[in-house]
């Protein structure tokens, strides 16, 4: 079946057209996950799969095109963290990892996930909830189908904006109430309430996304299958397997979720709480009803049985027992439009008379939407707000220990739609020192992150093309550091700790634009805008300096990657220096001439590779070694003259370079 749609936004696309007309994206551009399913697999004959859009501990979640109704949608596939695998270069089926006698719960687990997920297909269109249209089985999995909802979602919208008051906070979010209280009347419980999974749309509604969650709590007995912890949000009973769970589990995340909007920080974790004793706390300068406060306190009471037990009665309670939000809310629910335009990433909100301007929006968000039918914006009373940092569950991890079991390394990283995390500290009681090659790979939704207190070594590529990541402080500490682990990060400065004994492809740590040498590092300095090692090595070298450059006589060795990608034209390498290093050069494409002076041992493999204006090479009989491909890639590159008992490794110089030698 040939399909021409974009696996980004689902758009039609001319066949051969490899940028999509709709929304700009290139076609399989960007890497899908390796446990994902493939982009253009098609599910039962009818569900078109595209870009996965959001992943976390329980399941992956895609873009998808409905064949049959000629609509997008969005797919949810049962996969938990640490139970299930696939690689999908070999197969799209799931690998389950259990004993034998795992697999008759796995079996009974999954049977029950998708008849509650049948069960919610069936029941009618509910306003403020997404619509379950679809649940089925294949590639030893289950797949619930569901509406494809634009716009953002309501925590991106209060980073982004400042908080809610509470009037506005309650016209926003009562339809919410009402929708579950329809739910909760058919047995089923959502289990999964945050500010992330609920969406402004683009009239400035909001709906609740994500039904794969759901449990039939009355078919089941109010025990669910898999349990379900949402940080912060997630009532007590949700992290104990033997507790009932029911309405009153809804109505704690709702209540946590109202807190967030009129105050900006998370509630506690519950089992926190529990330990800490600690009792809610409302800023006096919010104004908030008596009546309001004793609602939200009530729903977020530990115990389950002396917490609001329904979403009818916390509506009640909330609007003091007579359904009236205000005046105000009930102006602002007539006038709220939000308007998102997707060229250029702006957001356009206007409080009363005040306009707000704010860029930046996530493409992984998915928030290309037209303008609101009316034309106006957004009215929302706007109060600043520091960013919430949550700290990462161990559900949205992968880790495993060092050899000797001396601390732990985190190697991938699979939480969704937070964009400030906290990394913890330990696992296990042993020390988090180590973040894997590419753990935040092309996480669009990323702004800020707080690493591990004990973090020794960041290793490649590690925040690579984290193109939002703003916020983050390297520790004191941290030891060992991959340049690469930069390349592409929305970071303006960053500053090396005293601790760090390491920089490996240095040329990259300048993708960052301002970067500083911590006072008391005794193995780099910072020597005109160069590092360098003890002084003698030069490690990083900043790819934007241009024109011709003589290495210093104090160099001895060029690091690898330490001129990576350089914007010079000619560049002179001192007798001083007896190693040139890997990939030193290479990627120079402007970079014409290379004078080597005498005293220079080695050249070592992809020194000046790709550098394809390169027309002059000296290289003096001191050198003894030319590393592999060395010189590979450089088109303009007609003769050299070495010494003839030079090494050439194999590839040292392209197939149409004549070798001359000297005397």
Known sequence: MQLT??????????????????????????????????????????????NVIGQGGFGITYVGWDLTLEM??????????????????????????FTDSGEAGWSEGLERFLKEARKMAKLDSIPAVVRVWDAFGENRTAYIVMDFVEGITLKKYLQTHGVLGYEECLNLLLPILDSLAVIHDRGLIHRDISPDNIMIQPDGSARLLDMGA???????????????VKRNFSAPEQYMDSERLGSWTDVYAMAATMNYCITGRVVPEAMERELKKTSLYYDPGLNLPLHF?????????????????????????????????????????????????????????????ILFCTTRVSERAENAVAEATDGTVAEMSVHPAEPEYLVVSLSDLSYEKTEGEKGVILTRYMGEGNAYIKLPDEIDGQPVIELGSGIFRENETLEGIILPSGLETIKGSAFQLCVNLREMELPEGLRDIDGSA??????????????????????????????????????????????????SELTAFPPSRKGEFVIPPEISVIGDYACFNTSLTAVTIPGSVRTVGANAFSGGTGLQKVVIENGVHEVKGWSFSDCRSLSEVIIPESVKIIGYWAFDGCDSLESVTVSRDCKMENGAFGEDVEIHYYD
Request: proline content about 3%; overall charge positive; charged content about 25%.
């Open 486 to 535: 930069f390349a592409g990060v929305g970071l303006e400065e960053m500053t090396i700790p005293s601790t760090v004994e390491t920089i490996r492809k240095g040329a990259y740590i300048f993708k960052v634009p301002r970067v500083k040498i911590a006072e008391g590092n005794k193995t780099y300095t910072m020597v005109d805008n160069m590092i360098c090692k003890d002084n």
């Open 214 to 228: 759901a449990v039939d709590v009355r078919a089941n007995d109010g025990l669910a299958s898999m349990a379900v």
């Open 293 to 353: 406060k004793d609602a939200l306190n009530s729903a977020l009471a530990l115990k389950a049985e002396e917490r609001i037990r329904d979403m009818g009665t916390l509506k009640e309670r909330l609007t003091d027992s007579n359904g009236s939000v205000g005046k105000q809310g009930r102006d602002l629910k007539g006038r709220r439009k939000i308007t998102l335009i997707a060229v250029g990433a702006l957001f356009a909100v206007c409080a009363l008379t």
């Open 5 to 50: 749609r974009c696996t980004k936004c689902m758009g039609k696309m001319e066949e051969g057209e490899r940028i999509c007309p709709n929304c700009g994206y290139e076609k399989n551009s960007g890497s899908q996950p390796p446990n994902a399913l493939r982009r253009g697999t098609i599910l039962r004959n009818r569900y078109y799969i595209g």
């Open 72 to 97: 997008k949608v969005a797919v949810k596939e049962y996969f938990p963290s640490g139970s299930a695998s696939r690689t999908n270069l070999y197969s799209n089926e799931i690998q389950w990892e």
